[in-house]
């Protein structure tokens, strides 16, 4: 972290971006736990394999997948609420209450003895939506939070940096998973990773309080016009194109990711623990990766780096699509497509997240574009993995024998997915370069430059 901070302190002459920086290792400490919280509890395979193993249908698992999102439509009425009493105070409240809330879980045990399976599944239910919610009000507040604190000119390398360091630790605490479930009798594994990641994320929180910005601020006279405030933002047609792009790119990957899981464990008969470390391939992929988006973007811009991203995503649906499920090389085929997913979406999400807090929202009207775009992220991710369990569900037993495509109803959600993907490239096509560079000048320079250092090699 203190290698992070020197690399980033020349870039800046004032004392405000230099105190800015030095809290920087703070929050990338908190986002390192945090990847330890959500690993074990509510983010990835672990939490699939979890309510399957409960023996939830897929369709109510996508329904309870989709209240994480979905309640991200909170931030259109919570947002200027967070502004007036801290952005900072929000969030750690949020996400300090939302720690043990989850840790709640560790009473499913007792509440199914004691009350049997109906009323443990709505003690579940309730636990997922108090949590959503709170995770919900407190990343309401810190997207905002987060153009303040975060320099313009190192948002791209802060971001790789946090990416990389996020995602190895998130690989750290697949394996000490897989080897959880590996050992473990029943859900005794799950409930440790449960009890043990609410504690990590604890600690999370405490770090982050270390970073400086998120103040209580004055009420304005616009705050009573919140909602015109959003209605201009709807016609900033720029910003709309990149909700566009963001919706395709959130449902299309979400689609992917949510019921992956299942389709290795099921359909190619991989162990639960096996599926686990797959995702530890994406991840180490995604943070190989991050470090040269990161740079990249810094220098020519977030638009060169987003949509080379968008076109390398379409690989994962396409290859899961043409994958015989039988093939003798199945294993690395899985590992390829998981390693080319870490790379891709890592790249949309640098790319993206640049693009949108360099460029297309304005500092000066943050609480209406950044509400917006929470919520809208919320309600897309949200209509994902309800639309690929009913999918599933609808079409789980069916059977596609064609002389180009032998598939079932995970082709369907994969050729779903594909579409999403391709679609959100094409709106964020639309969306305006941050920089002096399109993803076409930029690749003319490189080729600009690399003919000039071979013509001096030659030489």
Not at 55 to 63: D, F, T
Not at 440 to 448: E, I
Request: overall charge positive.
């Amino acid at each position: 972290m203190i290698h992070i901070k020197e690399r980033m302190k020349p870039a800046f002459g004032d004392s405000g971006d230099r105190a800015k920086v030095r809290a920087l290792p703070w929050a990338l400490l908190s986002g390192i736990l945090n990847s330890f919280f959500a690993v074990w509890t509510f983010g990835g395979s672990v939490f699939v394999l979890f309510l399957n193993e409960l023996g939830l249908p897929k369709g109510r698992i996508g329904a309870l997948l989709s209240l994480f999102p979905f309640c991200g439509l909170l931030a259109l009425a919570f947002a200027p609420v967070a502004a007036r009493l801290g952005r900072k105070r929000c969030f750690l409240w949020g996400y300090g209450l939302r720690n043990p809330v989850m840790a709640l879980l560790l009473l499913l045990p007792w509440v199914t003895t004691r009350f049997g399976p109906a009323p443990a599944i709505g003690f579940l239910s309730a636990v997922i939506v108090v949590f959503a919610a709170l995770r919900a009000l407190a990343e309401t507040a810190v997207y905002p939070w987060m153009q303040e604190f975060i320099p313009n000119r190192v948002r791209g390398r802060f971001t790789a940096w946090s990416a990389v360091a996020c995602l190895v630790a998130s690989a750290v605490a697949l394996t000490v998973a897989g080897k959880a479930l590996e050992t473990a009798r029943g859900l005794t594994g799950y409930f440790f990773l449960i009890g043990a990641g609410s504690a990590l994320g604890f600690l999370g929180v405490l770090s982050h309080a270390n970073v400086p910005g998120g103040a209580p601020m004055p009420r304005s006279p616009g705050d009573s016009h919140h909602l015109k405030n959003m209605a201009a933002a709807l016609r900033d047609r720029n910003y709309v194109a990149y909700l566009g792009g963001m919706a395709g790119m959130t449902i299309g990957s979400a689609m992917l990711i949510s019921f992956l899981p299942l389709y290795v464990r099921e359909r190619i008969g991989f162990a639960a623990a096996t599926v686990v470390r797959l995702d530890i391939v994406a991840m180490m992929a995604g943070a190989l990766a991050s470090l040269g988006w990161g740079g990249l973007a810094d220098r020519v811009g977030s638009r060169p780096v987003l949509m080379p991203s968008c076109v390398l995503a379409l690989l994962a649906p396409l290859g899961w699509l043409l994958l015989p499920a039988s093939s003798p090389h199945i294993r690395p085929a899985c590992v390829t497509l998981y390693f080319i997913s870490g790379v891709a979406f890592n790249g949309v999400a640098i790319g993206a997240g640049r693009l949108l807090f360099n460029s297309v929202v304005p500092s000066e009207k943050n609480t209406a574009y950044t509400s917006i775009h929470y919520a809208w992220m919320g309600l897309t991710g949200g209509i994902a993995p309800l639309l690929a369990g009913g999918l599933l569900t609808a079409v789980g037993d069916l059977q596609i024998e064609t002389p180009f495509l032998t598939g079932d109803g995970y082709t369907v959600m994969f050729t779903a997915a594909l579409l999403f993907l391709a679609a959100g490239g094409l709106m964020y096509r639309r969306v305006r370069p941050d920089d002096r560079h399109t993803t076409r000048t930029a690749v003319r320079s490189f080729l600009a430059t690399t003919q000039v250092r071979c013509a001096g090699w030659r030489e």
